[in-house]
Antibody, heavy 123, light 107 residues
Framework: QVQLQESGPGLVKPSQTLSLTCTVSGVSISSGGYYWTWIRQHPGKGLEWIGCIHYSGGTYYNPSLKSRLTISLDTSQYQVSLKLTSVTAADTAVYYCARPTSQGVGNNAFDIWGQGTMVTVSS | EIVLTQSPATLSLSPGERATLSCRASQSVYSYLAWYRQKPGQAPRLLIY???IRATGIPARFSGSGSGTDFTLTISSLEPEDFAVYYC?????????FGGGTKVEIK
C-alpha cells in the first residue's frame, strides 16, 4: 500500500532554510498524475495547506508562503521535497505530506497522509 | 481565500449519542467539502469528501450533507474512537483551506 514518510531536522534557527523530505513507497511518484502535497499544523492549532506539485513539475503554492517556498520532486529517489526560506517562530509546526484522493487534480481532499514531522524554529 | 467556520468549538456527548457538526464557508464551495477526524498525536484521517462520499473504510455511522456555504457532518452513534477533533476542508478555491476544528469530547 502507499505510504508517506516525512523527514528532516527537528530544529531550525530563525532566518535559516527549512528543508524537509517526504519519501513515498508503494507507488511511483511519476505515475498516476497525483499532486503531492504539503500541509502543516501549528502546535495546538488547525491545519494549513502549504502547496503541491505534479510529476510534470506543475506547482500550486499558498500565497501566504509563496515568496519563501519551493516544492520539488526527485522521482529517482521517490521523494517530494519542501524548502522554506527565512523561517521564523511562526513556521514552528508539524509538517505533513499527503496524497489526494484522485489523480490530475491538485485541489482535492487527501486520503493518504504521512505521520508528520515536528519542526521547531528557535535559536 | 475562503474562510471555513466550524461550530461548535467543543461538543460534549456520551458514547452512543448522535453528533452534529457544522461547517460554514465564507463563499460557496458548491459540493467540494471534506471532513477529517484527528486523534491526538496522529495525522488527520479523511472521513467524507465532496460533501457526502465516505472515504474507503469509513463506517456508515458517518454521513455528510449540505451545499454551497453550509455543511454538516453527522455521527449517528458515537464510538469511543470518535472522541477527537474534526476538521472540514474546501477544495473549490485556491488556496485550499481548513476550518478551525470541532473537538468532540466525552461528557
Amino acid at each position: 500500500q502507499v505510504q508517506l514518510q516525512e523527514s528532516g531536522p527537528g530544529l531550525v534557527k530563525p532566518s535559516q532554510t527549512l528543508s524537509l523530505t517526504c519519501t513515498v513507497s508503494g507507488v511511483s511518484i511519476s505515475s498516476g498524475g497525483y499532486y503531492w502535497t504539503w500541509i502543516r499544523q501549528h502546535p495546538g492549532k488547525g491545519l494549513e495547506w502549504i502547496g503541491c506539485i505534479h510529476y510534470s513539475g506543475g506547482t500550486y503554492y499558498n500565497p501566504s508562503l509563496k515568496s519563501r517556498l519551493t516544492i520539488s520532486l526527485d522521482t529517482s529517489q521517490y521523494q517530494v521535497s519542501l524548502k522554506l526560506t527565512s523561517v521564523t517562530a511562526a513556521d514552528t509546526a508539524v509538517y505533513y505530506c499527503a496524497r489526494p484522493t484522485s489523480q490530475g487534480v491538485g485541489n482535492n481532499a487527501f486520503d493518504i497522509w504521512g505521520q508528520g514531522t515536528m519542526v521547531t524554529v528557535s535559536s | 481565500e475562503i474562510v471555513l467556520t466550524q461550530s461548535p468549538a467543543t461538543l460534549s456527548l456520551s458514547p452512543g449519542e448522535r453528533a452534529t457538526l457544522s461547517c460554514r464557508a465564507s463563499q460557496s464551495v458548491y459540493s467540494y467539502l471534506a471532513w477529517y477526524r484527528q486523534k491526538p498525536g496522529q495525522a488527520p484521517r479523511l472521513l467524507i469528501y465532496d460533501t457526502s462520499i465516505r472515504a474507503t473504510g469509513i463506517p456508515a455511522r458517518f454521513s455528510g450533507s449540505g451545499s454551497g456555504t453550509d455543511f454538516t457532518l453527522t455521527i449517528s452513534s458515537l464510538e469511543p474512537e470518535d472522541f477527537a477533533v474534526y476538521y472540514c476542508q474546501q477544495r473549490n478555491n485556491w488556496p485550499l483551506t481548513f476550518g478551525g476544528g470541532t473537538k468532540v469530547e466525552i461528557k
